[in-house]
């Protein structure tokens, strides 16, 4: 018997519900079928994001500063909608049917957004030489914000659950699984990068050249496919059981500690309620001691008069549970310090494009289209990651004897390297603009090479292949394991509030620097503007936010779920019932 239990994983099923066999499920096989959805995802995503702004200013007639704050809307919206994903795949759907019920919704907007874009009653006549452009009017706009929106949920639901249930099929109790799980996170961002690599030269080449409705016509089509071979898995999968919903967790912690906050806490914590199985509980620490008193055992926190009776949750949580709460908020000073990046990288989709489009762009007679500069930005990633596992990290294990920087030092690292790419930006812009202003500001296309974007592409890709891979291991790994996919939604959303930051910095930006004639900053023609000054502002940002980092990073204390001898006096909820 036991020896056939040690074929089984000890936390995982199989598609009937049985304990998963370990030579038949999971592993690199099933972790690959998963990770073709999320090449499709970004193919569609960023195949949208990188080439929106110059579609809703030259097609749909729209300002320069709304189009950008259209994009940064649409991509911080899909990130924000992460942490619904990960509510109802830790609640009720599982992460497998999260992603398959999500792709679905992802594959039905590209579908509409193709519809919207071909479709001529859905987007204004093309400008006249006598006559201002026509923006596009209520209803083309309601179509294609509902196509985006729609695209937007697929992928919050998708984003939130592919990475969770990709390390799923691997078991950090088995040392080999371990080491294979390590390298996953490398090579999920790799993933992400060759379908972010292909949407912005490929699709975006289609977009322009061909029809935008053939390419988000043909994502539709991928992605349909993608599923077909994500379903063709299910009996290789590890499925983990839904554990509840964690922020309901969170809430009875806090509402059990806040009704006893009059009690004085025991000196000895092992005096606090423990029943988890000792294999599995958490140590108690000493900070955020105010949440301990959720664990004290009160009067009425057991049904009286019924045997072994369960504590209400509500009245009284478990030491473990409390641990699990503070391990959450631990995460926190470390996520509201790496929100600033993704304003940056925001920059990079938005205003990074329309310095190309304004710039020359030819290679003899091709002309390379200007959403796919971002090539260099995702060429960039790709360059770092290949340095970063083929170099670094075995120079690293044999000097350090670790497998390559820690997380935190990963965020760093991808901190200063985006401070010092907005910092290019500037004095790049600043050339720009002199070159505009000596050839005249209405040129369309001004001698200046597109290639000096290349620095700020490369620094702030750079600074993402660093602290995407450093922030998603250490939301999974450092985060309880019943709260893995809340963590990932965490995570994400900081990607979500950088834009909608970048957002809010465009409209406070063009509200104080702009004039009634569409001057300032952020000017309508971004040869008028000072957007060098702009990026300037987030360079003066970046560099605040990175010591306030280094502070964070410094308070930060690792939990480790492990044994503690301090629990042993209290076996069980039944033990501690007989003392009430």
């Known amino acids: 018997m036991e020896e056939k239990m040690s074929w089984a994983v000890s936390d995982a099923v199989d598609y009937k519900g049985f304990p998963a066999d370990r030579s038949k499920t ?7 079928l998963i990770l073709g959805i999320e090449i499709c995802e970004r193919l569609s995503t960023m195949g949208i994001a990188v080439n929106l702004v110059t579609y809703l200013g030259g097609t749909m007639h729209l300002p320069s500063s709304t189009s950008a704050n259209t994009v940064t ?17 830790d609640s009720f759907l599982g992460r497998y049917r999260t992603i398959a019920i999500f792709a679905l919704i992802q594959t039905l907007g590209t579908a509409m957004l193709a519809m919207s874009t071909k479709l001529p009653r859905l987007r204004p006549p093309p400008c006249q030489p006598a006559r201002p452009c026509e923006q596009a009017d209520g209803l083309q706009m309601g179509i294609l914000y509902l196509a985006l929106y729609l695209v937007a949920l697929g992928t919050g639901g998708l984003k939130s659950s592919v990475s969770g249930f990709g390390t799923d099929q691997f078991d950090d109790k088995d040392e080999k699984e ?29 977009q322009d050249e061909v029809g935008r409705s053939i390419a988000y016509g043909a994502c539709s089509v991928a992605m349909l496919v993608a599923i077909l071979v994500f379903l063709s898995g299910t009996r290789r999968y590890r499925y983990k059981k839904c554990s509840g919903s964690p922020i309901v967790q969170i809430m009875q912690v806090v509402a059990a500690s806040n009704k006893k906050r009059g009690l004085e806490a025991p000196y000895d914590a092992g005096c606090l309620y423990e029943d988890g199985p000792e294999g599995s ?26 045997h072994n009776s369960a504590p209400n949750p509500w009245k009284l949580c478990s030491v473990t549970r409390v641990e699990e709460v503070k391990m959450m908020i631990r995460l926190l000073p470390v996520w509201a310090t790496t929100i600033i990046f993704w304003t940056t990288y925001a920059q990079m989709i938005t205003f990074s494009v329309e310095q190309a489009s304004t710039m020359e762009r030819s290679i003899g007679s091709f002309q390379i289209p200007a959403g796919s500069l971002t090539v260099f930005f995702v060429a960039a990633i790709m360059i770092t990651l290949a340095v970063y596992d ?42 720009r603009l002199s070159v505009a202003a000596s050839v005249g500001h209405d040129n369309a296309t001004l001698p200046v090479s597109v290639f000096l974007l290349i620095p700020q592409f490369f620094l702030v890709g750079s600074g993402e292949a660093f602290i995407y891979t450093g922030q998603l291991d250490f939301f999974i790994t450092q985060s309880p394991k019943g709260m893995k996919t809340m963590s990932t939604g965490l995570f994400l959303t900081t990607l979500s509030l950088g834009f909608f930051v970048s957002s809010f910095l465009v409209s406070v930006v063009k509200k104080v620097t702009g004039t009634s004639a569409g001057q300032g900053w952020l000017a ?38 492990k044994p503690t ?3 042993e006096k209290i076996g069980n909820g039944s033990s501690m019932e007989e003392k009430v």
């Not at 999971?26 to 690959?32: C, F, H, L, Q, S």
């Not at 958490?282 to 008069?305: S, Y």
């Not at 390559?404 to 910092?423: C, D, E, N, P, W």
Request: charged share 15%; proline share 3%.
């Open 26 to 32: 999971g592993g690199w096989v099933p972790a690959a």
């Open 73 to 89: 809307d649409f991509m911080g919206t899909s990130f924000l909608l992460c942490l619904l994903g990960g509510f109802l795949a």
């Open 178 to 206: 371990k080491a294979q799980m390590a390298y996953f996170f490398n090579r999920f961002f790799l993933f992400i990068s060759v379908g972010t690599l292909t949407a912005v030269t490929v699709l975006v080449y289609v």
């Open 281 to 306: 509980r958490i140590h108690h620490t000493d900070q955020f001691l105010c949440l301990d008193k959720a664990a004290i055992v009160a009067e009425g926190d057991f049904v009286k008069g019924v």
């Open 390 to 431: 083929r170099f670094i990290m075995p120079v690293w294990k044999k000097w350090k004897g670790k497998p390559g920087f820690s997380h935190l030092q990963r965020i760093a690292i991808g901190l200063f390297l985006s401070t010092l790419g907005m910092s290019a930006a500037a004095i790049t812009e600043r050339k």
């Open 524 to 561: 309508d023609n971004i040869n008028y503007g000072r957007l060098d000054c702009f990026y300037g502002l987030l360079t003066v940002l970046s560099l605040v936010n990175f010591v306030v980092y280094l502070v964070c990073a410094a308070w930060y204390k690792p939990q480790n779920p």
């Open 565 to 567: 001898m301090q629990m």
